[in-house]
């Protein structure tokens, strides 16, 4: 059970007439409920912090990968542009052979 089902529960066990930790005064119940609702709001704010964390963290791995993929797609250009001018160089010197013959 998670903490914030755990602290729903505890408000309502204050609520319970048969309850027998529920306080007498209205102001006392009051309080309680008030430390509760705080409580829960404070959990619930941690949570919204760890999902910004791990949004960014998700960011900074996107942009890692995007970084990583045009850096090996313009290794790729370059090793096409090398076997092309490898191509074009043996090409040239066949024809030089030949021409020479």
């Known amino acids: 059970m998670t903490t914030l089902k755990k602290r729903r529960q505890n408000v309502a066990e204050f609520a319970s007439p048969r309850n027998t930790k529920q306080?007498?005064?209205a102001s006392e119940r009051m309080m309680a409920y008030l430390n509760v609702k705080a409580q829960t709001?404070?959990?619930a704010a941690k949570t919204s912090d760890e999902l910004t964390r791990m949004r960014l963290e998700l960011d900074e791995r996107?942009?890692?990968l995007e970084e990583e993929k045009f850096a090996l797609e313009k290794e790729e250009r370059r090793?096409?542009?090398?076997?092309?001018q490898a191509q074009t160089q043996m090409l040239l010197t066949l024809l030089?052979?030949?021409?020479?013959?």
Do not use: F
């Open 96 to 101: 030089t052979k030949a021409n020479i013959k």
């Open 62 to 64: 996107k942009l890692k």
């Open 23 to 25: 306080p007498k005064t």
């Open 79 to 84: 090793a096409q542009a090398a076997a092309s």
């Open 41 to 43: 709001q404070r959990e």
